[in-house]
C-alpha cells in the first residue's frame, strides 16, 4: 500500500526555523508533483508549495522569500525548509503527491509557532 510519512514537526519559536521531511513508500511510479499543504485549526487546507519531478516550484504568496521546497535523490521524497516562521502559520502540515488520476496525502505533522 502507497502511504507518505512526514517528519520534521514540532515547536518552534517565532522567527525560528523546521525542516519537513516525507517520503513516499509502496510505490513503483514517480510522482509527477509532490507538495505541502497546511490546515491551521479552524480553517481549510491551504497550499504551501508545490514542486514538479522537473524542479519546478510554486509557492503561496504569504510564504515566498521564507519557505523553500525542494525533491529528494531518492524517488519520491521532498522537503520543505521553513524560515522566520510566524504564530499563523501553526498548523497541520499535509504532504501530497500527484500522478495522472492519482493523488495520495500524507496523515500530516504537527507544527506549532510560540513562544
Known amino acids: 500500500q502507497v502511504q507518505l510519512v512526514e517528519s520534521g514537526g514540532g515547536l518552534v519559536q517565532p522567527g525560528g526555523s523546521l525542516r519537513l521531511s516525507c517520503a513516499a513508500s509502496?510505490?513503483?511510479?514517480?510522482?509527477?508533483?509532490m507538495g505541502w499543504y497546511r490546515q491551521a485549526p479552524g480553517k481549510q487546507r491551504e497550499l504551501v508549495a508545490t514542486?514538479?519531478?522537473?524542479?519546478?516550484?510554486n509557492y503561496a504568496d504569504s510564504v515566498k522569500g521564507r519557505f523553500t521546497i525542494s525533491r529528494g535523490n531518492a524517488k519520491n521524497t521532498v522537503f520543505l525548509q521553513m524560515n522566520s516562521l510566524e504564530p499563523e502559520e501553526t498548523g497541520v502540515y499535509y504532504c501530497?503527491?500527484?500522478?495522472?488520476?492519482?493523488?495520495?496525502w500524507g496523515q500530516g505533522t504537527q507544527v506549532t509557532v510560540s513562544s
Open positions: 501530497t503527491g500527484v500522478r495522472p488520476g492519482v493523488q495520495k
Open positions: 514542486i514538479t519531478n522537473g524542479a519546478i516550484t
Open positions: 509502496g510505490s513503483i511510479f514517480t510522482y509527477n508533483v
